[in-house]
């Protein structure tokens, strides 16, 4: 009786300040931004108006520039998450399954190591190359062609150069997980490699991308800086929130609801795919 | 509706309105200027001496009024005031007045250089101190037509000091832009010319900008105070603005991104501050710039003292140092603008600079539109009409931006 009172204590005390901190700091957090959201400002010295309005809401659902920006993000998220995981199966599966046992090692590395620079500095190592007078332009212009400079397309692409590790890494455990001979069935029974792909590979590995993908998605669908850096006049829901921060506090916690919306609403779609049950 | 707002938003337009009447017949300093009926000013109480320094100083600044030599060895206005007050200078260098007000509304700063689309917000907030100006000597010398205006004082009472002025202008790159521009148009309606490479200052009050022109281009609509727009004429200002987002590259708010933009031809005509040429000129990017003939929009900038303010016997210190007849002259040659310490003009590298800078020419200066919050009573006096206020032009700029 005494001891397994004991033990509860114990593990309510090594519990209690995660949960706390999960609690206060964290859902707590999010709970005051919406509860700013149905507040208002003084339009003159911008300080927040404890009024309770519901105005906010009213305008993120019905002036149309929202709408657009809102369109904008979420299609530059589902690009990025696409690009991502085009690019992530072939590489993943060159590292698992075709490279020598030695090199796989390196090249985990390899994938990992932009992690370790600095956000910014990618960021802005984009811009330069991606500027009128940039390496891009430079190794365009004798074909003939001239690079995307700064805008959506701009954005997209760092965007997923920048989230490329999160998509990779876990596409890569899965399939150095899949055993060797599944293949060889696939194989023996008659399967081409082509089909071998449709019916065995990717139906494994189905769960790690949509698990890479809420990271590639998520992130980019939070993204403000790199579109400050590189999007040249492209807005994305993080740019207004942003600029609303400082001009229009409730307003800006009313536009972040958007964003939570969408990746709740992406979290479920992803849980129903069985894809958080191996993360 | 938001009725507290609405009533406060009053308060302050009655003051800007009455004081842009009183200040705009005579051009000296008027002590009735910023008298009004329901602007008040929250009763804060002002410094009474200043004493010994804190040791540190925290500066909000327009980027090039804080310099400790670090752009240029040879521009250092912060090491010998360490040196001498023995205050260590933190400096955040703020991309837009509204930045600035929010970064002051954190209380985290103890002075801040505040354009006149900022200092009446931040006088109303309580954010911002009346400025004892017997504390900081060199006051004495701020030309009087600085002193006591609307945009810097309340019934009289100085919340700042004066510490100068300019205008916003119009930069290009000489080997893109081949036709000297002189006007506006070249951002506007002749921005296609250059598509995807004009810029523009990324913030609502830029809007004005837009109306600035259309009372040169389009005297129809009656635009008499590019700050004070009803519906139609905003409506007019944020067709012409989206007009010109077709050719916009990017916009700007942070000064290095504009310079880098400019030195590496993403950007090859639009809006700019003097420092910013300077800048850009300095890393040999072939930039010319330009105060079109409509006349521009610009800034005439104050320095104020935070209410919070933990350091403010520093703060003090700052203030006179800042206005003092050298520093004042080297701030003035760095940004680019008019010095408002009238003993500056004798100080300056470049002994036609004030000149240059129209320090004290007061016509020159009724051609630029200083930045002013824009309230729903119109500051150009009409009372037939309701004028958009800053909240309404905040949402225009969202929505030119798209």
Redesign the interface.
């Known amino acids: 009786m005494t001891t397994r009172h004991g033990e509860r204590l114990r593990l309510a005390g090594l519990l209690a300040p995660p949960l706390i901190w999960l609690a206060a700091a964290y859902l707590g957090s999010l709970a005051v931004l919406f509860l700013s959201a149905f507040w208002?400002?003084?339009?003159?010295?911008?300080?927040v108006?404890r009024?309770w309005?519901t105005d906010n809401f009213q305008q993120v659902l019905t002036?149309p520039?929202?709408r657009?920006?809102a369109l904008r993000t979420l299609s530059i998220a589902v690009a990025v998450t696409v690009v991502d995981a085009l690019l992530a199966l072939p590489m993943a599966y060159f590292m698992a399954r075709v490279a020598p046992a030695r090199l796989r090692g390196a090249l985990v590395v390899a994938v990992l190591t932009p992690l370790w620079a600095s956000y910014l500095v990618k960021a802005y190592a984009w811009?330069?190359m991606l500027?009128?007078?940039?390496l891009i332009n430079a190794l365009a212009a004798p074909l003939g062609l001239h690079g995307p400079?700064?805008g959506t397309t701009a954005v997209v692409l760092v965007l997923a150069y920048l989230w490329l590790p999160y998509m990779i890494l876990p596409v890569y455990a899965a399939l150095e997980r899949l055993p060797e001979q599944h293949l060889e069935a696939s194989a023996d029974l008659g399967a081409g490699a082509w089909q071998t792909l449709r019916y065995v590979v990717l139906p494994a590995v189905r769960p790690a991308v949509l698990a890479g993908s809420v990271f590639t998605f998520s992130l980019s669908l939070g993204d403000y800086v790199a579109v400050q850096i590189v999007?040249?006049?492209t807005?994305m829901l993080g740019n207004?929130i942003a600029?609303?921060?400082?001009?229009?506090l409730p307003m800006a916690a009313a536009l972040s609801a958007v964003p939570v919306v969408l990746i709740v609403c992406y979290l479920t779609a992803v849980r129903r795919a069985g894809a958080l049950d191996s993360l | 509706m938001?009725t507290?707002?609405?009533l406060?938003?009053a308060a302050?337009?009655c003051a800007l309105l009455l004081a842009a009447a009183c200040s705009s017949g005579s051009g000296e300093g008027n002590d009735s200027a910023g008298r009004a009926h329901g602007f008040h000013a929250p009763d804060l109480p002002m410094q009474k001496k200043v004493g010994k320094g804190e040791g540190e100083l925290n500066i909000v600044a327009w980027a090039g009024y804080v310099e400790d030599g670090s752009n240029d060895p040879d521009v250092d206005w912060v090491t010998p005031f360490e040196k001498k007050t023995g205050c260590k200078v933190n400096s955040k260098v703020a991309g837009?007045s509204?930045?600035m007000?929010?970064l002051m509304?954190t209380g985290q700063y103890d002075t801040v250089s505040a354009s006149g689309d900022a200092t009446?917000?931040l006088i109303?907030?309580g954010d911002a101190a009346p400025v004892n100006t017997g504390l900081v000597p060199n006051y004495r010398d701020i030309f009087p037509s600085l002193k006591r205006q609307p945009f810097n004082s309340v019934d009289g009472q100085m919340y700042g000091i004066p510490h100068g002025r300019g205008a916003n202008l119009l930069m290009y790159r000489t080997d893109e832009v081949l036709d000297e521009p002189d006007s506006w148009s070249a951002v506007f309606e002749d921005a296609g010319r250059h598509a995807?490479?004009v810029t523009a200052y990324d913030s609502?009050i830029y809007i004005a900008d837009a109306a600035l022109y259309l009372m040169e281009t389009r005297p129809k609509l009656g635009i008499k105070d590019p700050y004070a727009l009803d519906e139609k004429q905003l409506e007019a200002a944020v067709d012409l603005l989206k007009k010109q987002?077709k050719s916009?590259?990017?916009?700007w708010s942070d000064y290095q991104k504009e310079v880098?933009a400019f030195k590496?031809?993403?950007s090859v005509v639009g809006t700019t501050w003097q420092v910013i040429a300077n800048l850009a000129a300095a890393e040999k990017a072939p930039v010319k710039v330009v105060l079109p003939k409509e006349g521009a929009t610009g800034w005439s900038d104050t320095w104020m003292v935070g209410a919070k303010a933990k350091n403010p016997n520093c703060a003090y210190q700052w203030l006179d140092w800042i206005v003092s007849p050298k520093v004042n002259a080297q701030v003035g040659e760095w940004f680019g603008e008019a010095p408002a310490n009238r003993k500056a003009c004798a100080e300056t590298s470049d002994p036609g600079f004030c000149d240059t800078f129209h320090a004290d020419d007061e016509a020159y200066f009724q051609r630029v539109r200083f930045w002013t919050?824009p309230?729903?009573e119109c500051l150009d006096g009409r009372e037939d009409v309701t004028c958009t206020?800053?909240?309404r032009w905040?949402?225009a700029w969202?929505?030119i931006?798209?």
């Open positions: 208002t400002t003084d339009s003159f010295t911008t300080d108006v009024i309005t002036v520039v929202y657009t920006i811009r330069v500027g009128e007078h940039g400079g700064y999007g040249g006049k807005q207004v600029s609303q921060v400082t001009l229009d | 938001r507290t707002p609405v406060r938003a302050a337009a837009t509204d930045e007000v929010s509304k009446l917000r109303a907030s995807g490479y609502p987002r916009i590259g990017e916009y880098s590496s031809g993403d919050t309230v729903k206020d800053y909240a905040t949402k969202t929505e931006k798209g």
